[in-house]
T-cell receptor
Framework: ELKVEQNPLFLSMQEGKNYTIYCNYS?????LYWYRQDPGKSLESLFV?????AVKQEGRLMASLDTKARLSTLHITAAVHDLSATYFC??????????FGTGTSLTVIP | GAGVSQSPRYKVAKRGQDVALRCDPI?????LFWYQQALGQGPEFLTY????????KSGLPSDRFFAERPEGSVSTLKIQRTQQEDSAVYLC????????????FGQGTRLTVV
């Protein structure tokens, strides 16, 4: 079974700072997704990464995928309070199943 | 519709009661998934449909769980004889094609078994 690990699990960062969330997975896949979840809400799609070396950016968030290292990163630049949420990476296997990490709970403090 | 719609949003069931959770995917989406999300955890796969065909049900935790999508659109997840460990948020997702497209999630149904 495909295992997906995220770290850190909890992240408290000051506004204006940069940080990176890491997503490691256990078996070969070139399809990785990042989602955001606010408390009590559903999952909002952030990025779809479908090839080795893929890099996508939206606002203060940038995601990348290294399929050889089985690693994806979500980089946060100059954090703002609105980014406070839980972030999940999900890896898709050949059977179209999404395997989710345990999530990274991000709190941005003034 | 505009997004994936799930109903009810909240359900409280007495232990042993049967429940049915409904998912209306985005119109025209071929693939439909059900996930179970326990408090503080990531979603865990339950089952996957491509049109009306249930291609993977390996994540269903027991034979008390049953899902169907008879006409390839609306899906129902049924849980028989609910147990306390079934308490979770049940998320439905759909996507346009079978592969390589993003999945859109519904708001979920929060099931509490008392």
């Amino acid at each position: 079974e495909l295992k997906v690990e995220q770290n850190p699990l909890f992240l408290s960062m000051q506004e204006g700072k940069n940080y990176t969330i890491y997503c490691n997975y256990s078996t070969t896949s070139d399809r990785l997704y990042w989602y955001r979840q606010d408390p009590g809400k559903s999952l909002e799609s952030l990025f779809v990464l479908l090839s080795n070396g893929a890099v996508k950016q939206e606002g203060r968030l940038m995601a990348s995928l290294d399929t050889k290292a089985r690693l994806s990163t979500l980089h946060i630049t100059a954090a703002v309070h609105d980014l406070s949420a839980t972030y999940f990476c999900a890896v898709e296997n050949t059977g179209n199943q999404f395997y989710f990490g345990t999530g990274t709970s991000l709190t941005v403090i003034p | 519709g505009a997004g994936v719609s799930q109903s009810p949003r909240y359900k409280v069931a007495k232990r042993g009661q049967d429940v049915a959770l409904r998912c209306d995917p985005i119109s025209g989406h071929v693939s439909l998934f059900w996930y179970q999300q326990a408090l503080g955890q990531g979603p865990e796969f339950l089952t996957y449909f491509q049109n009306e065909a249930q291609l993977d049900k390996s994540g269903l935790p027991s034979d008390r769980f049953f899902a169907e999508r008879p006409e390839g659109s609306v899906s129902t997840l049924k849980i028989q004889r609910t147990q306390q460990e079934d308490s979770a948020v049940y998320l439905c997702a759909s996507r346009q094609g079978p592969v390589n497209t993003e999945a859109f999630f519904g708001q979920g149904t929060r099931l509490t078994v008392v």
